[in-house]
């Protein structure tokens, strides 16, 4: 019988300016590792910082990007999110 996968559920927030954001992207990078999403590593980590400047360029609301970590049943997603903007990325489970 497999291993449950891990459970992850996390918000964490990052400056709109930019600062840390690299932080984030490498933390995406682990969470999508840990868990056996695709992407992951450097990839997903890139499409995260991509994703978070998107959406803080797309808003002034707020001074933060509010991003969210969540395994459902078959994919890690990562929501960013500032103001009314929002965007999601999906990665796929890798393993059973």
């Known amino acids: 019988m497999a291993e449950p996968r891990p459970r992850i559920e996390l ?3 990052v400056p709109a300016d930019g600062t840390f954001r690299n932080v984030a992207g490498d933390l995406a990078a682990k969470i999508s590792e840990y868990v056996g999403s695709e992407p992951h590593g450097a990839s997903v980590a890139a499409k995260v910082i991509e994703m978070a400047s998107r959406v803080a360029t797309a808003s002034t609301e707020g001074n933060a990007v509010v991003l969210t970590f969540d ?3 078959d994919a890690l997603v990562i929501r ?3 103001g009314r903007a929002r965007e999601e990325l999906s990665c796929t489970f890798t393993t059973p």
Request: proline share 0%.
């Open 71 to 73: 395994t459902q049943k």
């Open 11 to 13: 918000r964490v927030s």
């Open 80 to 82: 960013a999110e500032r």
